[in-house]
């Protein structure tokens, strides 16, 4: 049995350092992890004796007082003026020095990179512990030096994040009546990797003589950042202003136990609870003059005791009411939201600094915006690029969904709702722009990648231009086409398109296709190496579907045939009705997306769903006993739930994708291309050896990802524009005034119309 600290998930560690105060035979130390936050780790000299995990909070939780009562308080205008908001702190600290006392608290370093816990035994030592630091304090042995104290008789102030507190209680093991503890209401422990970059950055690098986030001196009572340097510059940023404000408070790079901080509520525990008193002016205008004003919970006996003590050193000392000042401190309510990017910031932030990472961490840049089908009204498209999104994001590569406009602004269907409602769950979605305005979408992302679908041909670029050949991105960007697809043998369109669409592939810094016969229409055709990678669903982890159909509740009750059939025929309903009569199973069919309300009507056998969602898809193939398909994608999903099945070979739809698929995993025994050889033939229902299958797959997924990877890391090609790719932006332009004219006209006659109406 592991008696360690080990046991404690990183989510649930505080990193308060009761464990390694503990830890009678030094096997533990603290560490700061690649995030900047601080750890335990336990060293090869550990006894196992359990001590460490009998003091750790995180494992024993503490009991909260009862609600508090609640005080503004202001200490003198000189007191405050050296402290974060009202000086409680500080008025607390002095009683205790004068009593020959000691007290623990938060202070920078020499060189401001670092904040550690310290002791203070006069006034001189008392100054650095005043003010906020926000950034995650090492309590480093404190909690022993406390003890010691406690135990000689000496009264003690012990300040801290309510985590701390908590952690010195568990160490201490036992109440002192000379320790006082006062925590703080936090918004959450930032990290120290973070707050070096920022600094560093925003000094310029220059030599710092002194940090304060709570500067009085510049501004009123506030949260600015302030950095006096040693030549005597002053750089400085107002709260609203700051872009350390907008990180910490946005909860990109709070520690990741604090998002489900237990202490983030009105019951406390530590005796006196320190807080700013913000917005106060909307209850009583007199108990804010801008210098600051302290929020003060009286929590326990002790607290009540010391507060009644300390009220004649109060400038200011008012109840207030605690529900109210709620309103304006949320971690008296519930913990810091962790912002969805989170993770962004900390995998850029070594590479670019605390600015540019801070993009990412917000959601404001994004490695990759993905350009292609992604929003057609069909399962495989939806699913393509779902998968797509999360090899990325499993990268580290924020994503986000470009969408596709029309030259002539006409909308796409509306079943585009279903996908785009599905992908919206997983990924951010730009906002739309006009055909002539999509070369806005390079303002925020790092580099474009065309998907896995038929965006090269002909019918697409009379539709949506020179779109899927990223015509809109500027030319100096990195473009990358993964597994993407012509659909056919060979690029069929007039000799300007095709010498146009050269153009701009060439353009690109990294291309791949889907099917084996791209890779000679990209070198016959353009001149363009490309090489052949198979389709990005099997690059995604079963588990990664499998969450999609978590909490879909829709039994079934027997084993069945599941039909995925786009293009329903009577040949194909008479292979369905063999495989179920054969296998003993009952039939359900599936069709189309965007086909269904038409195809419904052609299937009369079995039961046919009506149009269900991307995780209903996944749900019922997951759960299938055989699966019957007319799908490419169908047929994808097939291999990847290990599932029986017969590919009805779509020709109308492209067959080389059907047999790149079959030939590269030695399954061209399941294509029919005919529906009724289904019917009578035995190779439709011999077993698939599956873990042959996983053998050939996995070194086509290792390719593919290496072949992604190094497209991703390669830095972009510088380009030309050559006259054929100036006309095409010419008529990108053109088409969007065209539209805005098409616009004014048909609203001029619309409002003609009202005008003789009312007439």
């Not at 160490?171 to 000379?178: M, S």
């Not at 939201?337 to 840049?365: E, I, Q, T, V």
């Amino acid at each position: 049995m592991n008696k360690t600290i080990n046991i404690v998930p990183k989510d649930k560690c505080t990193g308060c350092g009761a464990c390694y105060n503990k830890c009678a035979v030094s096997a533990i130390k603290m560490e700061y992890d690649n995030e900047g936050f601080i750890f335990p780790k336990v060293l090869d000299n550990c006894i196992d004796c359990g001590a460490c995990q009998a003091v750790c909070p995180a494992l024993n939780p503490i009991e909260p007082y009862e609600t508090p009562e609640s005080y503004a308080v202001w200490a003198s205008d000189e007191v405050r003026l050296n402290s974060s908001s009202g000086g409680m702190f500080s008025i607390m600290a002095e009683y205790v020095l004068k009593n020959a006392g000691a007290v623990c608290g938060a202070a920078y370093t020499k060189d401001y990179k670092l904040v550690h816990h310290v002791w203070a035994e006069n006034e001189k030592e008392l100054a650095p512990l005043r003010g906020s630091k926000y950034v995650q304090s090492d309590t480093e042995l404190t909690f022993k030096q406390a003890k010691k104290y406690l135990d000689s008789g000496r009264m003690v102030l012990y300040t801290g994040c309510p985590c701390q507190i908590a952690g010195l209680y568990k160490y201490l093991g036992k109440d002192y009546d000379n320790l006082y503890t006062a925590d703080i209401v936090c918004h959450g422990s930032n990290s120290v990797k973070a707050y070096q970059s920022f600094i560093k950055e925003f000094s310029e690098g220059k030599k710092i003589a002194k940090v304060n986030f709570r500067d009085k001196v510049h501004y009123d009572w506030s949260t600015p950042t302030v950095v006096y340097l040693e030549n005597g510059e002053v750089k400085k940023s107002a709260w609203n202003e700051s872009n350390w404000n907008k990180g910490f408070l946005e909860g990109v790079f709070n520690r990741l136990n604090c998002h489900q901080c237990v202490y983030a509520k009105a019951e406390r525990i530590a005796d006196i609870t320190l807080a700013d008193c913000w917005q106060v002016h909307r209850y009583n205008p007199k108990y804010d003059d801008r210098k600051g004003t302290s929020l003060v919970l009286v929590n326990s006996a002790k607290g009540k005791e010391l507060f009644k003590k300390l009220k004649s050193k109060m400038k200011l000392c008012e109840k207030v009411p605690l529900e109210e000042m709620r309103k304006y401190n949320g971690q008296l309510n519930r913990p810091a939201a962790m912002h969805p990017c989170r993770k962004y910031f900390f995998s850029h932030l070594d590479k670019y600094g605390y600015h540019k990472a801070l993009w990412y961490g917000r959601g404001m840049r994004f490695d990759v915006g993905i350009v292609g089908w992604w929003f057609a009204s069909n399962y495989g498209s939806s699913l393509t690029y779902y998968a797509l999104g999360t090899i990325l994001q499993n990268m580290d590569k924020p994503v986000i969904m470009i969408p596709i406009s029309k030259p002539n602004g006409t909308p796409w269907e509306p079943e585009i709702k279903y996908t785009v409602d599905f992908l919206s769950k997983h990924f951010r979605i730009a906002n739309k722009r006009e055909f002539h305005k999509m070369h806005e979408f390079n303002v925020f992302c790092d580099s474009f990648m065309l998907g896995s679908d038929q965006m090269w041909t002909g019918s697409s670029t009379n539709l949506v231009g020179y779109t899927f050949f990223l015509d809109f991105v500027d030319k100096d960007k990195k473009k990358i086409a993964f597994s993407t697809s012509f659909g056919q043998s060979d690029f069929i369109a007039d000799e300007n398109v095709t010498a146009t669409a050269g153009d701009y592939l060439r353009r690109f810094d990294a291309v791949s296709v889907r099917e084996q016969t791209g890779v000679d229409v990209c070198k016959k055709r353009f001149g363009v190496n490309a090489e052949q990678i198979m389709d990005p669903v099997f690059f995604c982890d079963r588990k990664d579907y499998d969450k999609l159909c978590e909490g879909i509740n829709d039994p079934i009750d027997k084993k069945y045939l599941l039909c995925y059939i786009l293009d329903p025929t009577p040949e194909k309903q008479e292979a369905a009705k063999a495989i179920a009569e054969k296998e003993g199973l009952e039939i359900i069919a599936l069709m189309g997306l965007r086909e269904q309300p038409v195809t419904k009507e052609k299937w009369t056998v079995g039961t046919v769903l009506p149009r269900i969602s991307s995780e209903q898809f996944i749900y019922y193939m997951k759960n299938c006993s055989y699966l019957l398909t007319d799908s490419h994608h169908g047929t994808c999903f097939g291999i990847i739930y290990e599932k029986p099945y017969a590919a009805l070979v779509n020709a109308n739809r492209g067959a080389t994708r059907f047999e790149t698929v079959a030939s590269a995993l030695g399954l061209k025994d399941r294509l029919f291309y005919n529906p009724l050889d289904v019917c009578k033939s035995k190779r439709a229902y011999e077993p698939i050896d599956y873990t042959k299958v996983a053998e050939k797959l996995k070194p086509e997924v290792e390719r593919g990802m290496k072949w992604l990877n190094d497209a991703l890391e390669c830095p972009a090609k510088k380009n030309s524009e050559t006259i054929r790719t100036i006309k095409a932006e010419r008529d990108r332009m053109v088409a969007g005034m065209s539209n805005r004219i098409a616009y004014l006209e048909r609203r001029n006659r619309e409002l003609e119309k009202e005008l003789n109406s009312k007439k």
